[in-house]
């Protein structure tokens, strides 16, 4: 059965420091992977997502996730954070089921940035 | 407008009454999901929608749970003599494409629904 672990619950960081949200997947078939951000008071949106190719891929906000087959790994990475980025991110990885794609959520991980 | 939206967003039911809740996905997209979201958790899936067609109903936990989609948009997921355990976040989601959940899905706000 596929799997999405999210090894951090919460993370705090002060503000203009790095970050990174850790996401490990198991699964015996190919996988898609996806960040999915969930600000305060709003609904889920995409952050970014890998599909195949390049496996560093990367949002218009400044944050990237390297897909590492080897690790089953896609870990979210900011060099920099502003106090705007704080909110909960979900890993999500989709994989082929029955009519279609099923996607399954990690339990999230809520970063929280410190002025 | 031009999101996902979904009502009530918030319904108190008492144990053992029937609930409705609705999507309205936004127009034009073919596939629509649910989720339950409990207290700490990300979503899980419960039923997945392309058009009319219920491709994937593999996460409803039990026969409580019926979601439906009968013109291929709005969408109902009703649940029958709700229990304390029923008490979640749901979570509804569309995608223009009709690969399911391989491309960016869309979320409503949700509904938190509370069993008393």
Redesign the interface.
Same mark, same amino acid.
Do not use: M
């Given at each position: 059965a596929q799997s999405?672990t999210?090894l951090d619950?919460q993370v705090p960081v002060f503000e203009e420091a790095p970050v990174e949200l850790r996401c490990n997947y198991s699964s015996s078939v190919s996988v898609?992977l996806f960040w999915?951000v969930q600000y305060p008071n709003?609904? @889920?949106? @995409?952050l970014l !997502?890998y @599909?195949s190719g390049s496996t560093l891929v990367k949002s218009i906000n400044g944050f990237e996730a390297e897909f590492n087959k080897s690790q089953t790994s896609f870990h979210l990475r900011k060099p920099s954070v502003h106090i705007s980025d704080t909110a909960e991110y979900?890993c999500?990885v989709?994989v082929r089921? $029955?009519?279609?794609? !099923? $996607?399954?959520?990690?339990?999230?991980t809520r970063l929280f940035v410190k002025a | 407008g031009a999101?996902?939206s979904q009502s009530p967003r918030y319904k108190v039911a008492k144990r053992g009454q029937d609930v409705a809740l609705r999507c309205d996905p936004i127009s034009g997209h073919v596939?629509l999901?649910w989720?339950q979201q409990a207290l700490? /958790? +990300?979503? %899980?899936?419960l039923t997945?929608f /392309?058009n009319e067609?219920q491709?994937?109903k593999?996460g409803l936990p039990s026969d409580r749970f019926f979601a439906e989609r009968p013109e291929g948009s709005v969408s109902t997921l009703k649940i029958q003599r709700t229990q304390q355990e029923d008490s979640a976040v749901y979570?509804c989601?569309s995608s223009l494409s009709?690969? +399911?959940?391989?491309y %960016?899905?869309?979320?409503?706000?949700?509904t938190r629904l509370t069993v008393t």
């Amino acid at each position: 059965a596929q799997s999405v672990t999210q090894l951090d619950s919460q993370v705090p960081v002060f503000e203009e420091a790095p970050v990174e949200l850790r996401c490990n997947y198991s699964s015996s078939v190919s996988v898609y992977l996806f960040w999915y951000v969930q600000y305060p008071n709003q609904g @889920l949106q @995409l952050l970014l !997502k890998y @599909l195949s190719g390049s496996t560093l891929v990367k949002s218009i906000n400044g944050f990237e996730a390297e897909f590492n087959k080897s690790q089953t790994s896609f870990h979210l990475r900011k060099p920099s954070v502003h106090i705007s980025d704080t909110a909960e991110y979900f890993c999500a990885v989709s994989v082929r089921n $029955t009519g279609g794609f !099923k $996607t399954i959520f990690g339990a999230g991980t809520r970063l929280f940035v410190k002025a | 407008g031009a999101g996902v939206s979904q009502s009530p967003r918030y319904k108190v039911a008492k144990r053992g009454q029937d609930v409705a809740l609705r999507c309205d996905p936004i127009s034009g997209h073919v596939s629509l999901f649910w989720y339950q979201q409990a207290l700490g /958790q +990300g979503p %899980e899936f419960l039923t997945y929608f /392309q058009n009319e067609a219920q491709l994937d109903k593999s996460g409803l936990p039990s026969d409580r749970f019926f979601a439906e989609r009968p013109e291929g948009s709005v969408s109902t997921l009703k649940i029958q003599r709700t229990q304390q355990e029923d008490s979640a976040v749901y979570l509804c989601a569309s995608s223009l494409s009709n690969a +399911g959940g391989l491309y %960016e899905q869309y979320f409503g706000p949700g509904t938190r629904l509370t069993v008393t």
